[in-house]
């Protein structure tokens, strides 16, 4: 019981599972193996990672891992809103250096598949906000990378601009999207 629709690069793909409401709130099956097949998903997740952002205008990205420990990413918001990006670097992709975004929210529920190929970062839009993220492969640390969030090449549409953002030391200096190795061939 779930919505699947391709994002504008198609292997990107938005999530909506549907929302059960009574007078209590809600409930909503996120994730279901079956149902995740049924529409053509077949990831083996491993691994569940966890964010909380005190500061609105938070920017965390644009993260990925190299293989052989690349990882696909079922982001989702727990509490809060967030602008959530992927930007293609797989080489002979015809979409090589795009990017999609789409509004994540606890709110409207939508999740975004983010395939590996892809470099990932999320900008939040109201303070104190969670993500959640399931990955298909395990931390490594040797094969952490990342891309900067602001490079003029990618001309991603942040909704903060720098002087705004709230940024780690570490994607304070990520490389130059030109400067990645071909990592996605």
């Known amino acids: 019981m779930l919505d699947v629709v391709s994002a504008a690069i198609p292997d990107v793909k938005i999530i909506v599972p549907k929302a059960f409401a009574d007078s209590r709130g809600y409930f909503s099956e996120t994730y279901n193996r079956q149902r995740f097949a049924d529409h053509g998903i ?14 609105a205008g ?26 959530d990006v992927a930007v293609d670097l797989r080489r002979s992709s015809p979409t090589y250096g795009r990017w999609v975004a789409e509004e994540l929210s606890a709110e409207n529920r939508k999740q975004m598949l983010v395939p590996i190929g892809f470099a990932h970062g999320f900008c ?3 303070p104190n906000t969670e993500v959640l993220y399931k990955v298909t492969n395990y931390y490594s640390g040797s094969h952490d990378l990342g891309v900067a969030w602001d490079d003029p090449q990618l001309a991603v549409k942040w909704p903060v601009s720098a002087s705004q953002a709230v940024l780690s030391d570490k994607d304070r200096t990520l490389p130059a999207f030109s400067a990645l190795p071909r990592y996605f061939e």
């Not at 920017?59 to 079922?74: C, V």
Request: charged share 25%; hydrophobic share 40%; proline share 5%.
């Open 42 to 55: 077949t990831l083996d997740f491993v691994q569940d990672n966890q964010s909380l952002s005190v500061e």
């Open 58 to 83: 938070t920017i965390r990205g644009l993260h990925f891992q190299s293989p052989p420990m690349a990882q696909d990413k079922l982001v989702r918001v727990l509490r809060g809103r967030i602008v």
């Open 124 to 126: 939040t839009l109201e």
